[in-house]
Each structure stands twice: as structure tokens, then as C-alpha cells.
């Protein structure tokens, strides 16, 4: 294995039941973001276009702290911005990568969110391997979306309130 770590790359695409606009504040909205990052401990807006998180997560059998660096670039509100990260765990190893975010209007006023990431892991995290890593980037994406969507769903949230565990 090189030193240079374990690649990842993934993209996808979301329709979120949302205004453009709104989405876009959401995505740069700290408090929104901790509640819809599993795991996560803290998240802090440092600038107009940098924030830190902490994060607690499981990659196969590794199981760490996070402390997680997030930068935007490229900010074309609100259509776009490249979000670069820099993943640093305690013995766990470390990530950098970038995401391409691009946010589309709909004709029936929803929003379609695509990305596009690319990034690479190394220490501990490496010797995972690239199948389970992608694996569980691509479930950790999936849970994020997922309460996006209810977070921005008035619907989503009135049926869940409505129906409690």
C-alpha cells in the first residue's frame, strides 16, 4: 500500500422537498448540520466559509473520535460550492478529501442537490480496505440525506411527530 492512503470517490443526487434557498441556508446552517451528521459531538461555524465538528464514528472495526476541518470554496450562492474537509482521529488515521455540491431548482419547487466527492484515507482507516470504506461512506451519506429530508419536510416531520416510536 502506498502512502498516500486509500482512495474514495462517490456521488449521488437528492431531491430535497425544499426551496432552493432554503436549502442552501440549511446546508450552511451549523445547528441543522450537527442534527442531521450521525455521530455528531459539536459543530461551529468559524467563518463565512469554514466550520469544525467533532465527530464520533465506526468504519468496519475501527471505532473513533474525529476532529473534522470543513472549508467552502467556490461559493456561487445558492448554487454551488466545493466543501473541502481535513479528518483527523486519534489513532484512527486521518482523511482529506473535497465534495462538488450543486444545487438545482425543480419545476414542482423542490431542489436537486448533486455531489461529488473525492478523497483519500490513511492510517488505521486505510488498512481497512476500499470496499468497506466506500461502503460506509456511501451508508453515511445516505443516513445524512435522509434527515436532511425530514428536517426540510414539514410533511416528513408532522408524520413522524404524528407517529411516535
Known sequence: MS???????????????????????????????ARCIDGCQSLERLGEDAFTATVRAKVGPVRATFQVALKLTDMRPPESYVLHADVKGAGAGFGKGSAEVTLAETEDGTTL??????????????????RL?????????????????????????????????
Open 113 to 130: 442537490l448533486r455531489y461529488s466527492v473525492a478523497g483519500r484515507v490513511g492510517g488505521k482507516l486505510a488498512q481497512i480496505g476500499s
Open 3 to 33: 502512502k498516500r492512503g486509500e482512495g474514495v470517490e462517490q456521488s449521488g443526487e437528492h431531491r430535497i422537498p425544499a426551496k432552493r434557498s432554503a436549502v442552501w441556508r440549511s446546508l450552511n446552517d451549523p445547528a441543522v448540520l
Open 133 to 165: 470504506i466506500d461502503s460506509t461512506a456511501r451508508k453515511m451519506a445516505d443516513d445524512f440525506f435522509s434527515a436532511f429530508h425530514q428536517a426540510l419536510d414539514p410533511a416528513a416531520n408532522r408524520q413522524q411527530s404524528a407517529n411516535p416510536p
